[in-house]
C-alpha cells in the first residue's frame, strides 16, 4: 500500500468516526425533547445506534490499515561481531523489537539461527573499522550460510559501528567529567593492510573535536603509520586520556597501547580509558589513571 493512498482512507475513516460522533450526538441532545412521540424516538434511538456502527467500523478499518501499513515495514535485524565478546552490543541509537533482532559472529555464521527471509533484514555489521572482515569476507559467509539452507534472503548491509555518530557522543560524554588543565585525547585505532587505511578513526575524531571544543585530539594506530607512540611524543597535551578504537578489552589493549611508562618518558601522564564500544554499554568500567 503506497503512503498516500495509505493517508486518504485513513482519512476516509477519521471522517467517518468524527461524523457518527456528531450524529450521535446530535440525535442525543433530540431525544431531550420533551414534545417527541414514540415514532420520532424510536427513529432517533435507531440512528443512534447506527452511528456507533458506523464508529466502530471506523475504528475497525483504521486498526486494518495500520496493519497492512505495519507489514509493509516490517524488517529482521542481524548483528554480526566478529567473535562472541561483541555479542551483547547493540547498534546505538537504533530501537529495534526485539522479537526480531538476531545475533552472530563470523565463527558461528554457519550453525547460527538466522533470521526468516519472508522481510527484509538489514545486517548490522559490528566492527569498528571497514575492511575485508566486516565486508566481502562477512558478505561471502552469510550468502554461504543461507545457501545451504536453500534460501535467498534480501540482505541489506548498514554501515559498521564504528561509523556511527552516536559512538562519538557517547565518548564525548564518558570524556568531559575526566578533562582538566592541558588535557588532550588520543585514539588509537587498528591498523589496516588495505591500501588506504579504513575511514572511521579519523571520522570519529573529527567528530570527538566538534563535540569538545578547544580539546586536542589526535589519532594514532598500532600496525600503521602514524604509530600510536610517536603521535602521543608529539602532542602539546601534558595530560593524555587514551581511548582505544576498539570494540572489547582484549590481547590488543594489554599489548599494543601506550603505555603509563611511555608517556612518562616523553614527559606526559596517561589515563586509560575503556574501548569506545564499551561507552555504548551502561556497564562501562570507571576509567583507572
Known amino acids: 500500500m ?17 461524523a457518527a460522533l456528531w450524529g450521535s450526538l446530535s440525535c442525543g441532545a433530540r431525544l431531550d425533547d420533551i ?3 414514540p415514532a420520532q424516538e ?54 529495534m523489537p526485539r522479537a526480531r533482532v538476531y545475533r552472530c559472529h563470523l565463527g558461528n555464521l554457519a550453525t547460527a539461527t538466522l ?13 569498528m573499522l571497514s575492511g ?42 564518558g570524556i568531559r567529567p575526566l578533562l582538566k588543565e592541558g588535557s588532550g585525547v588520543l585514539v588509537v585505532a587498528h591498523g589496516s593492510h588495505l591500501p588506504e587505511p579504513p575511514p572511521e578513526p579519523q571520522l570519529f575524531c573529527r567528530r570527538l573535536r566538534e563535540l569538545l571544543p578547544g580539546v586536542e585530539v589526535a589519532c594514532g594506530y598500532f600496525h600503521q603509520q602514524p604509530e600510536a607512540n610517536d603521535v602521543m611524543s608529539h602532542m602539546g597535551s601534558r595530560h593524555i586520556l587514551l581511548l582505544p578504537f576498539l570494540l572489547t578489552e582484549g590481547l590488543h589493549t594489554s599489548r ?34
Not at 3 to 17: E, G, K, N
Not at 115 to 127: G, Q, S
Not at 269 to 285: D, E, K
Open 256 to 289: 599494543d597501547l601506550p603505555t603509563p611508562d611511555s608517556a612518562a618518558a616523553c614527559g606526559k601522564t596517561l589515563q586509560r580509558l575503556p574501548v569506545a564500544a564499551a561507552l555504548l554499554s551502561s556497564h562501562a568500567q570507571t576509567p583507572q589513571p
Open 42 to 95: 424510536q427513529y432517533l434511538r435507531g440512528l443512534i445506534y447506527f452511528h456507533f456502527a458506523v464508529s466502530q467500523l471506523a475504528i475497525l478499518g483504521a486498526v486494518v490499515l495500520f496493519y497492512l501499513r505495519h507489514r509493509r515495514w516490517k524488517r529482521y535485524y542481524l548483528l554480526v561481531s566478529y567473535n562472541e565478546k561483541g555479542l551483547a552490543l547493540d547498534p546505538p541509537g537504533i530501537r
Open 115 to 127: 533470521p526468516p527471509t519472508d522481510a527484509p533484514i538489514l545486517v548490522y555489521p559490528m566492527f
Open 2 to 18: 503506497k503512503r498516500r493512498t495509505f493517508t486518504q482512507l485513513l482519512l476516509v475513516c477519521t471522517a467517518a468516526f468524527a
Open 132 to 173: 575485508s572482515s566486516s565486508g566481502q569476507r562477512l558478505c561471502s559467509a552469510l550468502q554461504a550460510a543461507y545457501a545451504a539452507r536453500g534460501l535467498r534472503p534480501k540482505l541489506y548491509y548498514q554501515p559498521v559501528l564504528g561509523a556511527s555518530p552516536w559512538l562519538a557522543e557517547a565518548a564525548a560524554e
Open 35 to 37: 414534545h417527541l412521540d
